[in-house]
Every structure is written in C-alpha cells, then in structure tokens.
C-alpha cells in the first residue's frame, strides 16, 4: 500500500514537471503571416496602418507569436478569424515598443457574445461586465465580450476599447498587484510621481471637470486602464487636454503616440489597392485573383 501511495506521488510529482514545463514551452513563429490575416488588420486595426512596413512585419510576427500561444475559445459563439485577430492586436498594442514581451500571466481568452455578470453567466439580470481578467480558479484567463472586442475597433474615436482596457489590467497584473502601478514599465524613481498624477486627475473625474471616462474614478487601476485606452485612441487630443498624463503615458507605453494620425488611418482595401502582400502590384492584379 504503501509503495503504491508512494509511486502515484511520483507520478503525480513527474506530471505536474512535465506539463509545467510543456506550458513554458514558448512558441515563435514559422509560417509566413497569412494574407487573410493582414487585410483584417489592415481594414479594422488603424494602429497598425500607421506603422512602417518594417514595424507593421515586427506586428504581424507578434500577432502570430500570441495566437500561437494564447488560447482564443467561444463560449455559446463561434470563433472567427477576426475575433482572433482582433483579441491579439489588442494584446499587442500596448506593448508593442517591448520587442521580447509575452504575456506570461495568459494562457487562454474566453470569447462571450456578449456582456455577462459576476458568474459569467450570459442571460438574465445584472450582465454589466464587458470583460475581465481572471483570479483565483479563473486565474491565466481572460474573458471579453465579443460585442465590445468589435465595438472597440469599429469605433475609433470614442476613447474606448475594452479588450484594450484588459490587456492594459494585464500588464499592470504582471508584477503581482493590479494597482494601478505597472511596475514592470515604470522606473522606480517615478511610482511616486504617477501616483500623485494618478490621484489628481481622479479628483478632477470626481469634481466632474474631466474628460475622461468617469469609470477611470473608480480605483486607480481601474484609471491606468481608462487612460491606457485613451492614450491609444485619441493621442493628440489627450496631449492637447492633459499633456502631463499624456507624457507620463508616453513613458510607459514607449510609444510616441501624438505622432500617429489614427483618425485617418481607415484603411479599405478595393480592386486598384496596393496588394497587402508588398509585391507592388494592385490588389485586383494579385491575391485578389483568389478572392
């Protein structure tokens, strides 16, 4: 009997060793980016159409690099390609200055068709919540609503992008506390600095003399994500209207946001585009052959 208890705890011991090290098995990229892939992007994503083509290569691989590793699954909807595509641009994004970032805190993204309450349930009353990240038994998961992942890219300018807004909790998650505080991308020398910002700019939230979305009052990680979606929707006008929470942004992301005319980068492809393929014939004269 007790050889017998002894070897299932070897077993058990060798499983969890083999599975914990098959789960850090990180996968990169081989295949060439799909074709497919590249015009979503191109007509839903407008970050990506103010890359150059080498930056837009380096999203691409990126992209690639997280559906490898990241689980998209439908909950009572079916997956598209979209729906995945969509999921990592907003993944990316934010981190897209970090070449070497992964989302190690992630291993799967849970799709609902729409919102769902504090049981994830999908009918009835109280389905407040448009996406979550998970903790406690639902930890390494996220969950967003299929609705508000597309809303978030059809709607360029209303400051809002939920799967953005999650992916930034994600981020700050990353150091052990969602607070707020993204440790991993902040100097230690400005905590204390953006803490104060953050407490400032929540006052003026609570007095009612802000632009920015009133859920940013709630809690200051809550705040960080709100200003996260903001700094990457409509750039310019926060550093027109708060330049100081735009700099401090800037800092964190690396990314020199201001620069980026999101607002005309709409991109559709047509029969005279130039081919998203880069072979430098019109979309019509190439892959539009098999279209």
């Known amino acids: 009997m007790t050889f017998i208890i002894i070897s299932s705890a070897i077993f058990l011991a060798l499983y969890f060793i083999?599975?914990?090290?098959k789960r850090n098995e990180w996968k990169v990229p081989k295949a060439d980016f799909p074709k497919e892939w590249r015009i979503i992007l191109l007509e839903h994503v407008n970050f990506y159409n103010t890359l150059t083509q080498e930056e837009q290569k380096h999203f691409e691989f990126k992209v690639q690099e997280f559906l490898l590793n990241c689980r998209i699954t439908g909950i009572k909807t079916k997956i598209t390609v979209a729906?995945?595509?969509?999921?990592a641009s907003s993944a990316i994004i934010p981190i897209f200055a970090f070449k070497d970032w992964t989302y190690s805190n992630l291993s799967e993204v849970l799709i609902y068709?729409?919102?769902f309450n504090e049981k994830f349930e999908t009918t009835g009353s109280e389905r407040r919540i448009l996406g979550m990240v998970g903790t406690g038994y639902m930890e390494g998961k996220m969950i967003l609503s299929k609705k508000a992942l597309?809303?978030?890219?059809?709607?360029?300018?209303?400051k809002k992008n939920t799967a953005l807004h999650?992916?930034?909790?994600?981020i700050d998650k990353m150091d052990g506390n969602t607070d707020g505080i993204p440790r991993f991308l902040l100097d230690k020398q400005f905590t204390i600095p953006w803490f104060e910002l953050i407490q400032r700019k929540m006052d003026e939230?609570?007095?009612d003399d802000s632009d920015i979305n009133p859920y940013g009052g709630t809690n200051r990680q809550e705040f960080f994500a709100v200003a996260g979606e903001y700094f990457f929707e409509r750039p310019q006008l926060l550093s027109s209207k708060h330049p100081e929470l735009y700099e401090a942004l800037e800092a964190?992301?690396?990314q020199k946001m201001n620069n980026k005319n999101l607002v005309n980068a709409s991109f559709k492809l047509k029969r005279n585009s130039q081919c998203p393929c880069y072979s430098g014939l019109k979309y019509k004269n190439c892959c539009g052959k098999h279209h």
């Open 18 to 21: 083999y599975n914990k090290k």
């Open 205 to 207: 939230i609570h007095a």
């Open 113 to 115: 068709p729409n919102s």
């Open 166 to 170: 999650e992916f930034i909790h994600l």
């Open 252 to 254: 964190i992301f690396n």
């Open 150 to 158: 597309h809303l978030g890219f059809n709607n360029k300018t209303d």
């Open 83 to 87: 729906d995945k595509i969509l999921t």
